[in-house]
């Protein structure tokens, strides 16, 4: 059994910081097999027997040696009631835990990890035992030195629960590698798992970010990491939003830097991929405005205020995000634009600033475009007066001549007509 305690004099046992003060304590109690089996006994007749089967195949396995195992008991529990839903399905499942039988090897007080709550490892080895016994198989990563440890589980489409199967004493190794014979009927299925989770997994990435990230700040010393660095280590994630959001001061100083044309371009490129994985979870983490500051970093303004505009639909209206809209609007030369993002800006937040600053130098501009508009208009009007002036000076001219033509007409004509 397992009780906890706190290492001082707690006032108040509803308070959560408890919980970074708690201590468990593990007592050990002898049960036949009797008793065992009993303890298990109020979670169905399937799940009663494979759990059965699991802990005969755990005694013949260690024999005479000392060991110590949790029975993801509840874990157990959910994946049974989803393969009645389901009937057939693959589950991928990551945490801390284990797979190799040997690190079971001793009488070992289970790990607690605390972390807001509380967790202890799981036991990725059990859980492929259950499969094993449903016709199934499990997939385990082979590394035993990593924090985090990926499993694969598959029950198959010939699984039928009249067919229950005991799990096999002898095609299971001690790091729980599943019958050959099963797994090679899925060979995507193993070749991706090898290439993925074998090969180079989540945690071989989690370890070379942390060395990343250690000297990625690094601009003095010898390690430094220029922008295309950073980018093809979110490319390795799969462009995980993330990541990004972790490196997101890092690039944005880097722009400003001269780069190469192309290689903006590409992560431009990037961006949208990013924006592709996100997912929104999160409410203090806003990946929308992040990838609108890039994009206005690299003059992509049209790119940029859709962006902002996304932030404000899913994190609501902000002062500073209004303030950068109206920063795109001017950048597009949209001035009218501009001035109403900086009064919905200036309405959130009266002091701020960049804001009022901004509408001063826009409204000046405006006034100034007026002034230059109309002395414009005054000398164009001026022009065409002076154009119609000297229109009706020469329409003058052919008047008088065609006048003077017309009355200068012939005396001979004038005496015959008479004479006539």
């Known amino acids: 059994k397992v009780s906890v305690y706190s290492t001082q004099q707690e006032r108040d046992n509803t308070d959560p910081d408890i919980l970074g003060r708690f201590k468990p304590q ?22 009663n027997k494979v759990i059965a089967e699991v802990l005969q195949w755990y005694w013949e396995h260690f024999k005479n040696r000392d060991a110590s195992f949790l029975i993801p008991i509840e874990s157990i529990c ?18 801390k835990g284990n797979s190799n039988t040997d690190a079971f090897l001793g009488l070992n007080d289970p790990h607690i990890a605390v972390h807001g709550s509380f967790s202890l490892m799981v036991n990725y080895h059990a859980l492929g035992l259950w499969f094993d016994s449903l016709q199934g198989f499990a997939m385990h990563c082979p590394l035993d030195t990593v924090d985090l440890k990926v499993s694969a589980f598959l029950l198959p489409k010939t699984f039928l629960d009249k067919h229950l199967k005991s799990v096999s004493k002898q095609h299971w190794n001690s790091i729980g590698s599943g019958l050959p014979s099963r797994i090679n009927r899925y060979f995507d299925l193993k070749t991706c798992f090898h290439d993925s989770i074998a090969q180079f997994g989540p945690n071989s990435f989690f370890t070379l970010q942390r060395v990343i990230e250690k000297r990625i700040c690094d601009r003095n010393g010898g390690e430094y990491f220029d922008l295309d660095s950073i980018m093809g280590m979110i ?26 044309h192309s290689l903006l ?48 639909q899913l994190h609501g209206t ?76 020469h329409l003058s001219l052919r008047n008088r001549a065609t006048l003077t033509h017309r009355v200068t007409i012939d005396p001979e004509v004038i005496t015959r007509r008479v004479q006539k």
Not at 287 to 312: D, H, M, N, P
């Open 235 to 260: 490319r390795l994630s799969n462009w995980d939003p993330d990541l990004y959001y972790k490196f997101r001061e890092e690039i944005l100083d880097r722009i400003i830097e001269p780069q190469n």
């Open 78 to 95: 959910c994946i049974d009631r989803l393969s009645k839903l389901s009937r057939s399905f693959l589950l991928l499942s990551g945490d």
């Open 26 to 47: 593990f007592d050990w109690i002898e049960l036949s097999a009797t008793h065992l089996l009993s303890y298990y006994s109020g979670y169905g007749e399937r799940v």
């Open 265 to 312: 371009t590409d992560i431009a490129r990037d961006m949208q991929s990013i924006w592709d994985n996100y997912y929104h979870l999160e409410q203090d983490r806003d990946v929308c405005y992040e990838i609108g500051r890039f994009y206005y970093g690299i003059q992509y303004y049209e790119k940029s205020l859709a962006f902002y505009l996304k932030s404000t």
């Open 318 to 393: 902000h002062h500073i995000t209004e303030y950068n809209k109206s920063l795109c609007h001017t950048g597009l030369g949209d001035t009218e634009s501009a001035l109403k993002s900086l009064s919905c800006s200036l309405e959130l937040e009266p002091t701020y600033v960049k804001a009022l600053e901004l509408q001063k130098q826009l409204l000046r501009s405006q006034d100034e475009r007026i002034e230059i508009s109309s002395a414009k208009n005054l000398v164009g009007k001026r022009h065409r007066e002076q154009d119609q002036s000297n229109s009706l000076s």
